[in-house]
């Protein structure tokens, strides 16, 4: 049997244990997918070692720093400057990891359907692997970005100086953040939601809850919103296909 994984802490808003272990099942493909809680990235190596895995995916808040453990890094994670999946190739009893990001190519695929020609300017909430990921695949679209931090940041304004004129400009927002996850549903990223039209696309990567505050407060004001629930599905086949191509 086959083992993967996913790696990131806290994980208990991730449902994909669940649509691995329900795919391997449906289709009779003798392997299992666990979480593996990890505050840092302390003894991955270990990890990966003692448990047999044959690749995982990663996640919050390891996306970034996963790129100091792999002996390989694909081109387009290397651009991004995130992994989210890891293929472990074994070399004569070397267990070497090679990174990839599927989250990219998963959002740009989710997101392009919902896209209408207003659609040409977007604001990325956060600045972290997902959020730089999202940035590729739309750039890749000829979409302009803008990241929006709540800290000092080269590439993107702050969420104060989000103001009428942005709003009327920027017509996709992507909520890359955490803000509004279970356990703490309550929350919604800090942006002048009233500033809203039907024009805006708000496209929330969160998935849990599936209706987030930062979607309910879009749908007030008429904007089109979306979870990531697709993303996450889209991700998880394209890093199976990776890890069944060994």
Known sequence: MRKFGLIGYPLGHSYSADFFNEMF?????DATYSNYEMKSLDGLRDLVASEGLSGFNVTIPHKVNILEQLDYLDPHADIIGAVNTVVVEDYDGYKALHGYNTDYVAFGRSIMPLMQAQHVSALILGTGGAAHAVAYALTQM????????RKPCAEGIF?????????K?????????PVGMYPKVDAR????????????????????PAETKFMLAGA????????GLD???RQALLSWDLWSAQ
């Open 25 to 29: 099942k449906s289709e009779g493909i």
């Open 142 to 149: 000829g979409i302009e970005c803008v990241f929006v931090s």
């Open 159 to 167: 969420y104060k100086e989000i103001d009428d004129r942005t709003m």
């Open 169 to 177: 400009r920027f017509k996709i927002i992507v909520n890359c953040t």
């Open 189 to 208: 990223p800090k942006i002048p939601y009233k500033l809203l039209t039907s024009e805006h696309l708000l496209y929330d990567l969160v998935y849990n």
């Open 220 to 227: 007030k004001y008429g904007a089109q919103v979306v979870n």
């Open 231 to 233: 993303m996450l599905h």
